[in-house]
Each structure stands twice: as structure tokens, then as C-alpha cells.
């Protein structure tokens, strides 16, 4: 799906939050607060990263259903000095992203991973691209003209998520009581999860998660027809 507008909007940054906070507090009812803190190690070595964001810690229910609702407010993409902000982003399936151009040159956002291929053409300063996340699991999203742009976009099946701080630091608002699947997931490929039990507001046990990746082999990516970049990428931070 792609719609492409010729309207200037306002900022985007912050629209994920308020999303958040929406999911959280008025959609959902009341419930409890799952909170804790996971660190992240270096790939190959015991020596942790400079700063642990950029996770994403998700609850799935175990042995009980809960009522699932599509998000109808709008999340946001900033594109601005040739990256994507934010860096990860959690959606519920079938939820719509809105990609926005705010750098002085044109992007082309698009993915090449299966089921879910997707190109929203070059567009300029000002437009945007929109595309509907419907398929379970991770989306590697990258610009067809900076190869240094990486998003990874993680659709999940229910609203009780979190992305983590620099300190790694996650909350998750609004649990029914219940067993529950934590999973944590880093952009570097650390994966770790554990079952918890939500009788009251919960506090989890430090996760460490152990790097699989680093940015050079992130950024060893192919462009939308498969072909190598012809220009370098740019270093990413951290």
C-alpha cells in the first residue's frame, strides 16, 4: 500500500508515545504494570554495549486469549539525516506507518523481506509513504538510496510492548492477570525470554541479551532490485 501527499505535515516525533499511551490507558482498561531492565553484550564478548535501547520487550499470553484491537491512531517514521527515528519500531498487525521525508533530498523506503514486500518510491522533502504492517515478526526496512538507513520494524499480536531506554530500562502498562511468554529482543539479534506470572504490578529479573551482530554485518544489505549500493554508507552510531 503506498500513498504518496504533496502536504507538508507537522513533526511527527513523538506520535509513537502518544500511541502508546493511548493503547495503554483509554483503549485497554485498567490492569498492571510489568516493568524491569535487561543490558546487552557486546557480539563474542562478555563487555556490554555503551547504552541498551533500541529492544523491544513484548508479552504474549499463555493458555488464555486476549481481545485484540487495531490501533486506528497514526504512527510515525521521521526520516531526517539519513536515518530513520526512531531506529525500532513495534506495531500491532495491521497497523498503518506513515514514512515522512524531512531531509532535503529524496527516499526511496522499502523491504524486501517475505511475506511482506513493499516499495514506496523516491519521494522529496515534505511527502510521505504510508504501508500496512500485516505479517507476524520482523521487517528489515531500508532506503533505496542511503544504504546506512535501517529500520527494523517488529509486528507483534497484541499492545503489551515496550522499547527500552539507554539504561535499559522497559515498562509495559495496562496487563490482565495471567501467565505470560517476556520476550526481549535487540536490534543486534540478542534474543532471551522467560515466563512470568501477573498477579499484581510486576517487577522482572535482569535479562542479558548477547549480541549476534554488529553494524557492519547490518549494513551489509542489498538494494531493492538485489544489487550492491554504489555509493558508501554512513557509520551508525552505537
Not at 7 to 29: D, M, R, W
Not at 94 to 106: G, L, T
Not at 192 to 221: F, G, Q, Y
Request: glycine share 8%; proline share 4%; charged share 20%.
Amino acid at each position: 500500500m503506498r500513498i504518496i501527499s504533496t502536504n507538508k505535515l507537522g513533526p511527527a516525533t513523538g506520535y509513537l508515545l502518544a500511541v502508546l499511551l493511548i493503547f495503554s490507558e483509554c483503549c485497554f482498561g485498567s490492569g498492571y504494570q510489568v516493568s524491569g531492565e535487561l543490558e546487552v553484550l557486546k557480539k563474542g564478548s562478555k563487555r556490554q554495549l555503551s547504552a541498551f535501547d533500541h529492544a523491544v520487550v513484548s508479552l504474549t499470553p499463555i493458555g488464555m486469549s486476549l481481545p485484540l484491537a487495531v490501533p486506528t491512531a497514526m504512527v510515525a517514521v521521521e526520516q531526517t539525516g539519513k536515518r530513520f527515528i526512531p531506529r525500532i519500531l513495534p506495531v500491532v498487525k495491521d497497523q498503518v506507518v506513515h514514512f515522512y521525508n524531512r531531509d532535503k533530498f529524496d527516499h526511496n523506503v522499502f523491504s524486501r523481506d517475505q511475506p511482506g514486500v513493499f516499495d514506496l518510491g523516491r519521494y522529496p522533502i515534505g511527502d510521505y509513504g504510508t504501508q500496512r504492517f500485516d505479517s507476524l515478526g520482523l521487517q528489515k526496512v531500508y532506503c533505496n538510496i542511503h544504504k546506512a538507513m535501517v529500520l527494523d520494524v517488529l509486528v507483534l499480536a497484541n499492545h503489551y510492548f515496550s522499547t527500552t531506554d539507554s539504561a535499559g530500562h522497559y515498562q509495559i502498562e495496562g496487563v490482565p492477570k495471567g501467565r505470560y511468554e517476556l520476550r526481549a529482543w535487540h536490534i543486534y539479534g540478542g534474543e532471551e525470554s522467560l515466563v512470568i506470572d501477573v498477579l499484581s504490578h510486576t517487577v522482572v529479573p535482569l535479562m542479558t541479551l548477547k549480541s549476534m551482530r554488529v553494524v557492519r554485518e547490518i549494513n551489509a544489505h542489498k538494494n531493492k532490485e538485489g544489487k550492491r549500493y554504489k555509493k558508501k554508507t554512513l557509520k551508525y552510531s552505537r
